[in-house]
């Protein structure tokens, strides 16, 4: 073992996301990155959480370079934190880890603690599966769109299946990047437990972002900002306003958050599906101008 802790380190590589990408993660609140992880990590992490730390907090485990370098830097999950954070984003510090015996039940609706409402984007929630988890292993559902909807913990606490909910399956070196204010939840998981698989594990941490943000991923060229759809795909906002959300996230992460100005109404972003091509929106940041 080497002890590189990465407590207070940071990072940085090239970003990975383009426009589109950036502007589906406002939308959205989560981006699925299927088995980016090498098999030959995800072993290691399972045999590290069944015999060194089977706890909810197996924070030692950042300190192995392995898992440094395979999971925390890995190349697809560090270029879209560095497209969503910016350069020099910390690495985590907590792991925590969702570990539950098979089978189990579902977990409530509900946003982790100490989430706050806010266009910034000033650090992301990332989840890991280190085997495989398809429906029947209970993954982690969310609510796209929901890290907008405002909703007390009590209340959220009594919804069942929810209309558009995804339930996040991948399969195992799967990682998504969330906006932490998501609504989620556990889905339960039918599969017995077998001699191989007793639990299904999930990882969980947050990077940080250390500058101002702005728009330094990948640069769609000619990418026309009249003609997109921020609106969550779920619908459940009342009309337009998840997608007047988005694109005010969208501008705060460009850098260009004193350009953006909802004045109300028939105003950018909403008129996307009308607006002739060419033409721009009313209120269109002149930063997205084409
Ligand atoms: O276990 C799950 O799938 C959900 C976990 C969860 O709610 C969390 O990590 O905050
Ligand atoms: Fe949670």
């Known amino acids: 073992m080497v002890a590189i802790s990465p407590y207070n380190q940071t990072c940085d590589c090239e970003p990975t996301l383009t426009d589109a990408q950036v502007v589906d993660f406002c939308r959205n609140g989560y981006l699925v990155l299927e088995g980016v992880v090498p098999d030959e990590v995800n072993r290691q992490v399972v045999r590290y959480l069944d015999e060194a730390d089977s706890g909810l907090a197996p924070n030692g485990i950042a300190l192995e370079s392995w898992f440094v370098e395979g999971l925390l830097k890995n190349a697809q999950a560090a270029g879209a934190v560095r497209s969503l954070l910016g350069a020099n984003f910390t690495l985590p510090m ?12 579902p977990g409530g609706w509900h946003r982790d603690g100490g989430s706050v409402h ?4 000033e650090y992301l929630q990332v ?14 559902e969310v609510l796209p769109g929901s890290h907008f909807m405002r909703l007390k913990a009590s209340m959220m606490m009594n919804f069942g299946q929810i209309a558009g909910a995804v339930p996040v399956t991948g399969r195992a070196g799967t990682i998504f990047l969330t906006v932490y204010s998501i609504w989620h939840r556990r ?6 437990a077998t001699t191989e698989n007793r639990f299904r594990n999930l990882l969980k941490y947050n990077y940080w972002r250390t500058g101002p ?11 026309d900002f009249n003609q997109v759809d921020f609106n969550p795909p779920n619908r459940a906002f009342e009309q337009f ?5 988005a694109a005010r ?9 004193h ?18 091509k060419g033409a721009e929106q009313m209120g269109i940041p002149a930063g997205l101008r084409t």
């Open 213 to 223: 943000p702005r728009r330094d991923w990948k640069w769609q060229p000619g990418f």
């Open 249 to 257: 996230m969208f501008c705060w992460l460009a850098g260009l958050e």
């Open 118 to 121: 806010t266009q910034k984007l």
């Open 241 to 245: 306003q998840g997608g007047i959300a």
């Open 187 to 192: 889905r339960p998981a039918t599969t017995p």
């Open 259 to 276: 350009e953006y100005e909802k004045r109300g109404g028939q105003c950018w972003p909403i008129c996307y599906p009308f607006v002739p």
């Open 94 to 105: 907590l792991i925590a880890n969702h570990r539950g015996a098979l089978p189990c039940g």
């Open 127 to 140: 989840f890991y599966y280190p085997q495989d988890c398809p429906l029947h292993f209970g993954p982690t």
